[in-house]
């Protein structure tokens, strides 16, 4: 579990390479806060997804390696040597929740569709996908690459974000683009209402 505060961003230091089964391995390096609360067998959500370190903590750097059903459904089939990703380790008894519950399970990849320069701060658009449209309401929470986020207008097809400039300057998400794919999660406690309306609904709908 995780809360979509983002700890540190570190970097793919070579293209995924393949493994065995289909999936890819991958190496990131990390920044010394994300490297101290790491251990083989360990949870990171890396660009939102939730990934579990397989190879030792060495030169700052860590191992992963991406099913294919991961890089089917996110971004990181996406990621080329030297592109910069967001770290969060796996919250620990204790910790804050500045943020809000988020699994580190990507629900659809969105893309960014604009961006209003508003000062030092930043309007983002994003496409939403049809299956993600009943779980995002106005002023709810969503998770973009691993930050969580509050929904700051909803339209048909497109929900936005504000970004402060604490938020451009510590994620990846100053480096936004029009045209770029972002994982998206949805707020945890929306599908689980969701599924609980759904199954008192008749069959055939309501």
Known sequence: MFSGLVLGRGRVIADPAPAP???ARLRVTLPDEVAVRLS???????????LTVIEPIADRTAGFEVSPETLRRTTLGDLRCGSEVNLEPALRLGDALGGHWVQGHVDAVGEVVAITVLGDHREVGFDLP????????????????GVSLTVSALAPGRFSVALVPHTLAVTTLGGLTVGQRVNLEVDVL????????????PR???
């Open 204 to 206: 055939g709908g309501a």
């Open 40 to 50: 083989i067998g360990a949870s990171l959500a890396v660009a939102g997804v939730c």
């Open 190 to 201: 929306a599908k689980y209402v969701q599924q609980a309306i759904a199954s008192y609904l």
């Open 21 to 23: 089964g289909g999936g």
């Open 130 to 145: 049809e299956e993600l449209k009943a779980s995002v309401v106005e002023k709810g929470s969503i998770t973009v690459d």
